[in-house]
Structures are given as structure tokens and as C-alpha cells.
């Protein structure tokens, strides 16, 4: 995946040529159903630029991603029906709306409608933990409990794949510990989903998921089962510090 680098006024004066800025390069990776993978790296080493792209929200600029057998991009609308996202973004929602308006909204976006939407929103408000708190206006909500009205978002179509982008960012250490339980406990656990989380928590990594990608400068370093990992290391974050500093020595 390759974006281009902004030109400075003197690059136009000059006529140079467009620079890119690679961003993935060389990537190759399958994921099985039911896999839980978390993708560690610094900030910029591609992680959610490489869950975009699986989600079909980019297109890579060469290359092929298929998704339950669709083509991203040749089939890009049938690809996204498989995917849910939990972004880790606050302006996301309409502050101003409650948590159901808010649900009701993105489901009409979702092509979800009428009866069917109104009994989908009940059910998740009950499995994320909302109840009591789906007709407050959303401004109103803690971090933690904004998280959970995304988890509801991202599962409104009922998705197969659900990518979550560092979900546990900016909550507290118990909400932290709520938001694992949820995922580990009802979000996974009663559909058997694919869950692709992108973190820098390593104890996240290890309760959530049962594969690991570590990531750095846009590459692929390393993408193995967390038992194996256990098996000779003491821990996640000690194979992670193996992998990096081995890259370093090799730079």
C-alpha cells in the first residue's frame, strides 16, 4: 500500500516527480475463521492501515485481499458484509443523540430496517451492557461505555469478521477489564467471529487472541500462535522484544 508524499511548493516550481510513501510492503497472510489475531507494532508500523484494507475501506495500491473468497476490490460491497469495525474514535458518533438513535442511524446505513433493526438494537444494547443507559444522549457516556455502544455499532450487521482498532486505548483499568470480558466472554465466544485487534497491550494480546503479527515499518515480521510463543519464551512482550531487536541487529 503506497500513499503519496505531499509536494512542497519548490517540487512544483521544479517539476519533480511524485514520491510515494509505502506503508505495507510485501505482505502476505491468511487468517482461518474462528482466529483471533492481534497485530502489534509502534505507531505507523501499518497496523491500521493493513485492517483497512482487509476491511475494504482501502484499496491496495497492488496486490490482492480476499475476504471469505471476495475480492476487496472487485466485489467490495459483498467483502464489507462479512466485516464490522470498532474504531477507536470518538467523533464517530452523534454526541447529541442517544446510544439507540445513534444505533438506529448506522443501521439505515447498513441497509437494516424497521422491525428487524429496532429487535437488533435491543438484543446488543442487553450484550454489550448498555441497558438503562440506550436513551441517554451519548455526550453523557463515560469512555468505557462509548466503547461499548461501538462494539454494538461494529456488530449491528451481524458480521463474521470484527476488526477492532486499539478498543482499550483510552479506558480505565476497569474499564479496561470489562471490555476484554465482553469481547473474550460474549462477543467471540457465542459466534466464534474472527477478531482482528490492533493494540499495544500486550495482556490484551495474550487474553484475547490465539495469534499474534508483530509489525514494524510497514512489514511483516513475525505472525505466530501465542502457545508456541509461550512454549519457548516467558512471555508475549519478551518474544516482541526478541523480534524487534533481532530486525534492529539485522538493519
Known amino acids: 500500500m503506497t500513499f503519496p508524499v505531499p509536494k512542497r511548493y519548490v517540487d512544483y516550481l521544479l517539476f519533480r516527480k511524485n514520491q510515494y510513501f509505502y506503508a505495507l510492503d ?9 482466529d483471533r489475531v492481534a497485530f502489534l507494532g509502534v505507531n505507523g508500523a501499518g497496523k491500521t492501515t493493513l485492517l483497512k484494507l482487509i476491511g475494504g475501506l482501502l484499496y491496495p495500491s497492488t496486490g490482492v485481499i480476499e475476504v471469505n473468497q471476495c475480492d476487496t476490490i472487485k466485489e467490495n ?14 467523533r464517530s458518533f452523534y454526541w447529541r443523540l442517544s446510544g439507540v438513535e445513534n444505533l438506529e442511524f448506522f443501521g ?3 441497509n437494516l430496517n424497521g422491525e428487524t433493526l429496532r429487535y437488533k438494537i435491543k438484543e446488543l444494547i442487553r450484550l454489550v451492557g448498555l441497558e438503562g443507559f440506550e436513551h441517554k444522549q451519548v455526550a ?3 469512555s468505557g461505555m462509548k466503547q461499548r455502544l461501538a ?3 461494529g456488530l449491528l450487521r451481524d458480521p463474521k469478521i470484527l476488526i477492532l482498532d486499539e478498543p482499550t486505548r483510552t479506558l480505565d483499568p476497569q474499564a479496561v477489564q470489562d471490555v ?13 467471529r474472527t477478531l482482528l485487534i490492533a493494540t499495544h497491550r500486550f495482556d490484551e494480546a495474550e487474553e484475547l487472541c490465539n495469534k499474534v503479527c508483530i509489525m514494524k515499518k510497514g512489514k511483516l515480521l513475525a505472525c ?13 512482550e519478551s518474544y516482541y522484544h526478541s523480534v524487534m531487536n533481532e530486525i534492529e541487529h539485522i538493519i
Open 26 to 34: 510485501d505482505i502476505n497472510l491468511n487468517i482461518a475463521d474462528g
Open 77 to 90: 460491497i459483498k467483502s464489507r458484509k462479512n466485516v464490522g469495525f470498532v474504531l477507536n474514535e470518538e
Open 108 to 110: 439505515v446505513l447498513d
Open 140 to 142: 453523557t457516556y463515560s
Open 151 to 153: 462494539l454494538a455499532r
Open 180 to 192: 476484554k470480558m465482553l469481547i473474550s466472554n460474549k462477543i467471540h465466544d457465542d459466534k466464534q
Open 224 to 236: 505466530v500462535p501465542i502457545q508456541e510463543i509461550k512454549a519457548e519464551y516467558q512471555n508475549l
